[in-house]
């Protein structure tokens, strides 16, 4: 079992950028594939970014491509996501989520993912 732990979201202006991180508990971080993804006001949680177990493999939403960034480092039981030039569409509560997996495992929907973050509100004004 896995608790995770996201912080660095808050208000930024239109254009500015991120780092979220997401910080995991007990031994075996490096046995997650590990996801980001955020939920709007009215709106479903939806799928942002994904890596795989040691990070050489990552997927991402099409609405973020180019513009987010999604890593890890297994020795400090981190993920993160940094999130550049955003947009008022941007706003959400961001959530990461792990679940265990092979090599080439990085699942893109909620129903994929055992175990989820509190979320973290990113706020971006015009």
């Known amino acids: 079992q896995v608790q995770l732990v996201e912080f660095g979201g808050g208000l930024v202006q239109a254009g500015g950028s991120l780092r979220l991180s997401c910080a995991a508990s007990?031994?075996?971080?490096?046995?997650?594939?590990m996801g980001w993804f955020r939920q709007a006001p009215g709106k479903e949680r939806e799928f942002v970014a994904t890596?795989?177990?040691?990070?050489?493999?990552?997927y991402y939403a099409d609405s973020v491509k180019g513009r987010f960034t999604i890593s890890r480092d297994n020795a400090k039981n981190t993920v993160y996501l940094r999130v550049n030039t955003l947009k008022p569409e941007d706003t959400a509560v961001y959530y990461c989520?792990?679940?265990?997996?092979?090599?080439?495992?990085?699942?893109?929907?909620?129903?994929?993912?055992?175990?989820w973050g509190q979320g973290t509100q990113v706020t971006v004004s015009s």
């Open positions: 989520a792990a679940d265990p997996g092979s090599y080439d495992y990085i699942p893109r929907r909620v129903a994929e993912y055992h175990y």
């Open positions: 890596i795989n177990l040691n990070g050489a493999l990552t």
């Open positions: 007990g031994r075996t971080f490096s046995s997650y594939a």
